[in-house]
């Protein structure tokens, strides 16, 4: 267990550093005096270099899993101290690109090799351990970022998250056994990915994350924006509450899908709550209803990503297209979301938008043929 705890730790610094610009879109905005959808588009760069870097650098990673685990990480680390150091919004932009990339090939390889390190029965709990640590990195990171660029600078929040790499860029050196080589264990490259999507029933599964994600994680970019809409001026409480919701239900999605052998069933009924609480939160942000909401919001979003990937589970080439997906729909959501501010859309609309995404994702997964839950390998 020492392994997968290492790797949730891994999981613990990307969570923070994701969607750290969320909670610092203000402050970012203030310091290179550009606008809310302008440093918005920080996570775009972010999680779009992740979609993309994944499959890119697969064929070039051969070494044992360890060392590319820890290559990987040495890069984030790198990349978020030179973003704490950048002058201009551009420079910010590139070096986020640069830990996206980062992110690309070390998250879907710490979950992968988690899957390995246990027996195949307990593969949804040892993914649920490792999807946690992106979520305890939201419930942490983001907030913890927030309150310390306020008695700081925005720039200590990258160096945190720095820091939170750097220890665990140890614990990989010092816990996790070399292993065999990465390859079998790293997403599979592009050719791979868009073979296996020649199946439908791959294709439907890797659809409904991808509008899962655009819903959840776009939306979620926008959150501190649509809560100021309301006189909430720190939405530190809401982001706490929606990695609180995300970090519980990462921890029970696992075990569950484990006892119901059935995780088209649960992803169907977390894409309903998410949809719900979408809407519920656009009604009440800035009222206690709204900061329920908002942990629901959380919990659904963190907790879809198990059974999706558990339905996937051994078929790396499909599992890669799914992480992918993931990375690109948030990138998605948070594109669309500027898109939509800057052409003059209220804000406070997004979460309703997200919504109707949410239940689209709900009649594409309602739309898979139940025999292919979990989906067969396809070599």
């Known amino acids: 267990m020492a392994g997968i705890g290492v790797l949730a730790l891994c999981t613990f610094a990307l969570g923070a550093d994701a969607y750290l610009t969320a909670g610092l879109l203000a402050p970012i905005s203030a310091r290179f005096g550009s606008s809310t959808a302008a440093a918005g588009q920080l996570v775009t760069a972010f999680t779009l270099a992740y979609a993309v870097a994944a499959p890119t650098f697969a064929v070039l990673l051969t070494g044992p899993r360890r060392t590319v685990l820890a290559c990987a990480m040495a890069a984030f680390v790198l990349a978020n101290a030179a973003g704490a150091l950048a002058p201009s919004l551009a420079v910010l932009f590139v070096m986020r690109i640069g830990a996206g990339a980062a992110a690309g090939v070390l998250s879907p390889l710490a979950a992968g090799t988690a899957a390995e390190l246990v027996p195949a029965e307990r593969r949804g709990t040892a993914l649920s351990w490792v999807l946690a640590g992106l979520s305890a990195g939201s419930v942490a990171g983001v907030p913890a970022g927030l309150l310390l660029s306020r008695h700081s600078t925005w720039s200590a929040a990258f160096w945190l998250v720095a820091g939170c790499g750097a220890v665990a860029l140890a614990g990989l050196l010092l816990v996790l056994p070399a292993g065999r080589p990465a390859r079998p264990d790293v997403p599979p490259p592009l050719r791979a990915r868009l073979t296996v999507l020649r199946d439908r029933r791959v294709t439907r599964v890797v659809a409904a994350t991808m509008l899962q994600t655009t819903a959840s994680l776009g939306a979620y970019t926008y959150l501190a924006a649509v809560l100021a809409t309301r006189g909430?001026?720190?939405?530190?409480?809401?982001?706490?509450?929606?990695?609180?919701?995300?970090?519980?239900?990462?921890?029970?999605?696992?075990?569950?899908?484990?006892?119901?052998?059935?995780?088209?069933?649960?992803?169907?009924?977390?894409?309903?709550?998410?949809?719900?609480?979408?809407?519920?939160?656009?009604?009440?942000?800035?009222?206690?209803?709204?900061?329920?909401?908002?942990?629901?919001?959380?919990?659904?979003?963190?907790?879809?990503?198990?059974?999706?990937?558990?339905?996937?589970?051994?078929?790396?080439?499909?599992?890669?297209?799914?992480?992918?997906?993931?990375?690109?729909?948030?990138?998605i959501g948070a594109a669309l979301g500027g898109t939509a501010i800057t052409a003059g859309l209220p804000v406070t609309f997004l979460p309703v938008a997200a919504a109707a995404l949410a239940l689209l994702g709900l009649a594409v997964t309602g739309a898979t043929d139940s025999r292919s839950d979990p989906v067969p390998v396809n070599p």
């Not at 800035?286 to 900061?291: A, D, M, V, Y």
């Not at 959380?298 to 879809?304: M, N, S, T, V």
């Not at 078929?315 to 997906?325: C, E, I, R, W």
């Open 232 to 331: 909430i001026g720190d939405p530190v409480a809401h982001l706490s509450v929606w990695g609180a919701g995300g970090l519980a239900a990462s921890l029970a999605a696992g075990p569950v899908s484990d006892r119901l052998r059935r995780p088209r069933v649960l992803a169907m009924l977390l894409l309903g709550v998410l949809a719900a609480a979408l809407v519920a939160f656009a009604a009440g942000a800035g009222t206690p209803w709204g900061l329920v909401a908002c942990g629901l919001w959380g919990a659904a979003g963190w907790a879809f990503v198990v059974p999706q990937q558990h339905r996937l589970l051994p078929d790396t080439a499909a599992v890669g297209a799914n992480s992918s997906a993931t990375y690109l729909g948030a990138a």
